[in-house]
């Protein structure tokens, strides 16, 4: 019986640890800043084979460029979206696998991108303020099953 009265306690705890009050974000209203969003990615260790796809850009355009990377000769693609381009990401490994008749496969991995945003006052009350925010990425790796020189036909 001891048990019981020990889990029946420790619920209570957990209840009032529950409704303790948070510290919260305060508003920061648009008229009052400007928002600088800062890149998710380290650019600077950019590669040739890295695609980063936004759902800006034009979708054949980035067909285009991840078959010319392929027909180049280089051996895989990665193809990087952040946030809402990570739906257009997958469209387009698909997109890639069916062009090139499952010649391609694809190796995946989801992650979690921390983003910050600077808001820089436009009036001099107000201070500099900088939040940071979670936003989920996906990264594919698109490469050859075979490589074409194997193809090549032999007498």
Avoid: W
Wanted: charged content about 30%.
């Amino acid at each position: 019986m001891a048990d019981v009265h020990e889990c029946s306690k420790s619920s209570q705890d957990f209840s009032n640890e529950k409704n303790v009050p948070r510290a919260k974000r305060k508003k920061l209203s648009p008229s009052d800043y400007t928002i600088k969003k800062r890149q998710p990615f380290n650019l600077s260790g950019k590669r040739n084979k890295d695609i980063f796809v936004t759902n800006k850009t034009n979708f054949k355009a980035q067909i285009k460029k991840c078959e010319k990377l392929l027909s180049s000769g280089t051996s895989e693609v990665i193809i990087h979206g952040l946030g809402a381009a990570v739906h257009r990401a997958c469209n387009l490994a698909l997109q890639l696998k069916e062009i090139h008749y499952n010649g391609v496969e694809l190796d995946i991995k989801t992650s979690t991108t921390t983003i910050i945003d600077d808001f820089e006052p436009l009036h001099d009350s107000a201070d500099y303020e900088t939040i940071s925010r979670n936003n989920s990425a996906i990264h594919i790796r698109v490469f050859r099953k075979f490589s074409i020189s194997g193809l090549k036909y032999q007498e």
